[in-house]
């Protein structure tokens, strides 16, 4: 390195007169930015070193936990339905439930990330969630199945950790590629649950208690709350807030300022920018979501299947979290590779628009192979959006990242509400999925009217002073000095 370039290193890094700012790592596993407090600019999918990698498959992983223990008693809905003669309605407001205690956690986690970090909040969440969870055999009614499916769905705020830990990990120019990553792969814990529990446990379960499906169905359960508690006990203890140690000893060491937690929420709300994401996140992971609890009804009513071979067919949906939304996110980071903000802009509408397109296809096609072909087709598109939508979060207004996450977060569960009410209340599923996939179309467009401080707009240019100028300058303040 030369010497000029030493001197800036050391001026980003150190104020003037000023000892070396704590941290816990002096070396790391993978190529980090200095001038991003350490964030990584490399992904290494095989390393699970710390802090870097240790934080990346933690992060999935646990949000894969958390769908596991959220949605494991979908798959079980058909036998607890007729055991306890609820209704479709009934069975319905029970999801709605489960989606929408969500809103209200994930808009209060997402502040207290901004405080305490990611890591100390996936501990809280996955241990209290699992408790329900395992309380799964106790129902005996509409109203005890809709109380618990309420307080089950504590665990869907886990993914504002998710990309919250992800965001303060990974330098901006990867970051929509590991957001989108650690988000689809959590998200996989959907379409595994329809599998791992519907078509797995549920009948070795059944065949432990000699056919007894109700003993089956009240006692499997306990196995994906088990795996919940567990993991958030292990994750905190074998993982880092943030590239440079745990926030409480970044603050116990002067390397960290206290961060108030409401002082974040309303900075989060008052940028507009927040709740165009908050529509958008809707009509993507909202969709998402109604899929997990509508798509082995729908199969199971439209095309006669069994529960095993509808649940397996639904998980398909979830599967493609495989890939699907880390491509969205990629794709985000190559449009901001070569246009900037706008690229990120444009993937986001594109992708959303033909999401909409293939859900109003889907509603129509008659055939068991062409609806499989085409929901997977509109899963692809749902998950990909995903991504980029957390591909513009973290520039919104970086120092609120938690809250905004949070916020826009929410808005994927406010989305499954509205759209489960739509299949709720509609007799016919046809009719539910047209109107999501208008829904989607129409809202697709918000996007290109997002303006974000520092960046190019779609229509407007330089909104702001340039992230970049800013740095360049207090650079050249601290070096004078």
């Not at 869907?156 to 901006?172: I, P």
């Not at 927040?274 to 992971?285: D, E, G, P, R, S």
């Not at 598109?381 to 916020?407: L, M, W």
């Not at 977060?409 to 016919?428: E, I, K, P, T, W």
Request: with cysteine; glycine share 10%.
């Amino acid at each position: 390195m030369r010497s000029s370039e030493q001197q800036v290193e050391r001026a980003r890094d150190v104020p003037t007169g000023q000892a070396p700012l704590w941290k816990k790592y002096k070396s790391y596993d993978v190529a980090v930015d200095r001038h991003q407090d350490d964030m990584a600019t490399e992904i290494k999918l095989c390393s699970f070193a710390r802090p870097h990698m240790r934080v990346f498959h933690c992060t999935w992983w646990s949000f894969f936990v958390a769908f596991f223990v959220w949605f494991a008693i979908t798959p079980l809905l058909p036998e607890i339905q007729d055991d306890l003669n609820l209704t479709k309605q009934e069975i319905w407001s029970s999801s709605i439930a489960g989606v929408g205690s969500t809103i209200a956690v994930r808009f209060l986690l997402g502040p207290l990330c901004d405080k305490y970090g990611a890591r100390l909040l996936y501990l809280i969440i996955l241990c209290s969630s699992s408790v329900p969870a395992a309380l799964t055999g106790l129902v005996n009614s509409a109203e005890g199945l809709i109380i618990l499916r309420f307080f089950i769905g504590i665990a869907g705020g886990s993914f504002v950790m998710c990309q919250y830990w992800s965001s303060v990990t990974f330098a901006k120019e990867i970051v929509g590629t590991a957001n989108a990553i650690v988000a689809g792969w959590g998200n996989l814990g959907a379409g595994m649950t329809n599998l791992i529990v519907g078509s797995i446990l549920f009948p070795m379960f059944r065949s432990i208690f000699d056919g007894d499906t109700e003993k089956a169905w009240r006692t499997v359960c306990v196995v994906p709350a088990f795996v919940a508690f567990t993991t958030g006990i292990i994750v905190y203890f074998i993982s880092d807030d943030c590239p440079k140690g745990n926030y409480s000893e970044l603050k116990r060491n002067g390397a960290m300022k206290e961060v108030s937690a409401s002082m974040s929420f309303v900075k989060g709300c008052a940028n507009y920018n927040t709740w165009l994401l908050f529509i958008q996140y809707a009509i993507c992971f909202g969709v998402e979501l109604t899929m997990n609890n509508a798509a082995a009804e729908y199969f199971r009513g439209e095309f006669d299947l069994t529960n095993e071979s509808a649940g397996a067919i639904a998980s398909l949906f979830g599967w493609m979290n495989l890939f699907a939304r880390g491509i969205g996110g990629h794709i985000s980071d190559m449009a901001n590779a070569k246009w900037g903000m706008p690229g990120r802009l444009w993937a986001q509408t594109i992708l959303l628009a033909f999401e909409g397109a293939f859900v109003l296809v889907f509603a129509n096609t008659k055939s068991l192979a062409g609806a499989i072909l085409v929901m997977v087709l509109f899963s692809v598109f749902v998950q990909a959006a995903e991504g980029t939508s957390f591909g513009i979060v973290p520039y919104v207004d970086p120092p609120n990242t938690g809250s905004i996450s949070g916020i826009v977060g929410a808005g994927g569960n406010v989305g499954a509400v509205g759209f489960g009410m739509a299949f709720r209340q509609l007799d016919r599923n046809k009719d539910a999925l047209t109107i999501m996939g208008a829904t989607v179309l129409v809202f697709s467009i918000l996007s290109l009217f997002m303006v974000i401080e520092g960046h190019d707009s779609v229509f407007f240019r330089n909104c702001g002073k340039k992230a970049e100028e800013e740095d360049e300058e207090m650079l050249q303040v601290e070096t004078s000095s």
